[in-house]
């Protein structure tokens, strides 16, 4: 019996639908996701049932569990600026690649005399000085206005709220349609098992400085029925 | 895998000297590869979701304005968080012969409580959202005044709910707690600045653990 012979083809593919599918997705993912940013801590927050998103601009405080506090400010324009006078207050000497490479890195968590040194470091050495960092330091009762992070906080509304008039002013001379939500709202990430007289400790800090509205973050939860 | 099939069979035949038939397929697996890689990537490296936010209103410190009085409270219920996921609550003013009750953060425990305590709000607020489904979108009128009266509603909301928090407690107790109001549509709620005073810490502490 002569054998049967299977037609000797190498086996091909036509693969251009599932490149068009890849790229399709690619695409989706990079135009959809954005970036976390890096967090010199893990924060894990309490979950609640609100669907409020978190707003564009925040003045971030993240509070950890042992009760150090990271600040960051959304804004970079805003953020440098409020770094400019800080340093100026404080006589810290910092120059202007240094001011750049604050803006670009993160939540501070540090006194602001320890940022030259800090930011002298290179990236890898600066993420690890970051995380094992003292965070902000702040007070309590009569000390209040003398700390930290309270001169952060009042220098960062002060200079958000003339940001934000700014940007009123000059899209109403250019006629531009303006989105009045967007200024910058106070943000507070604690983790679960932070105390909560930590969290009132912080946010008199920030009532000290006239904040008085706070937006919670939370994980999300569904809701009841 | 897909590979560029050479044109062999045109070679050698005949004395004929054809140009060579290329074919136009091209080898996609590199291409595939990378496409891959970076939807690997980017899958891995997104955030979806945004992180959500409860509001919270803290008043204005009282020493900057001393002619703010404190609210007198009559009738409010207080809720004592405590650590160790431990809740209580009372009505009215504490005194010794005050009764707290444990409860928890389950939902037949101070979501219930809530419910029962602000059940008449509840109930004229499920009201107003059945007319407002049926009312017309586009009739703005209507919309804005059924907003004016849930905002009404809860200006004249007589359930008042304060919450004292110890040093033990966290802060997931006091976000859960502020979850609940949101949930039962408590309209008037503080977190007092004070702690237990001396007669709550006395009558909670004479409440032994459960189990």
Partial sequence: MPKVKMPRSTPSLDMTPMVDLAFLLVTFFMLTSSFRSPEPVFVDPPASTTEKEIPKQVFLVTIDETGRVFIDITNAAVKEKVLREMIADYKVGLTEEEIKKFIGSGPLGMRLAELPSFLAQEAEKRAKIAEAAAGVPYDTANKIRSCELYNWVLKSRVIADNDFRMREASAQEKNQSFDKDNYMQFAVKAAKNTRYETVKNVVDVLREARVSKFQMITGLEAKPE | ?211
């Fill in chain 2, 1 to 211: 895998m897909a590979e560029i099939q050479g044109g062999g069979d045109s070679q050698g035949k005949g004395g004929k000297k054809r140009a060579k038939k290329q074919s136009t397929r091209v080898d996609m697996t590199p291409l595939v590869d990378l496409a891959f890689l970076l939807l690997t990537f980017f899958v891995l490296t997104s955030t979806f979701s945004k992180p959500k936010v409860l509001r919270m209103i803290f008043p204005e410190k009282l020493e900057d304005n001393p002619n703010i009085k404190k609210p007198e409270v009559r009738d409010a219920v207080t809720i004592l968080v405590s650590g160790d996921d431990r809740i209580f609550y009372y009505t009215g003013q504490i005194s010794n012969a005050t009764v707290i009750t444990e409860i928890d953060y389950t939902k037949d425990g101070l979501r219930k409580l809530l419910k029962e305590k602000n059940f008449q709000l509840l109930s004229e607020l499920q009201k107003l959202q059945v007319k407002l489904n049926e009312a017309d979108e586009k009739d703005t009128a209507a919309v804005n005044q059924i907003d004016r009266d849930v905002k009404k509603l809860q200006k004249e909301s007589k359930l008042v709910v304060l919450v004292k928090n110890d040093d033990k407690a966290t802060y997931k107790n006091i976000i859960d707690v502020m979850d609940e109001f949101m949930i039962t549509q408590v309209a008037k709620y503080f977190v007092t600045d004070d702690g237990f005073n001396a007669v709550e810490k006395k009558l909670v502490s004479q409440i032994p653990p459960k189990n």
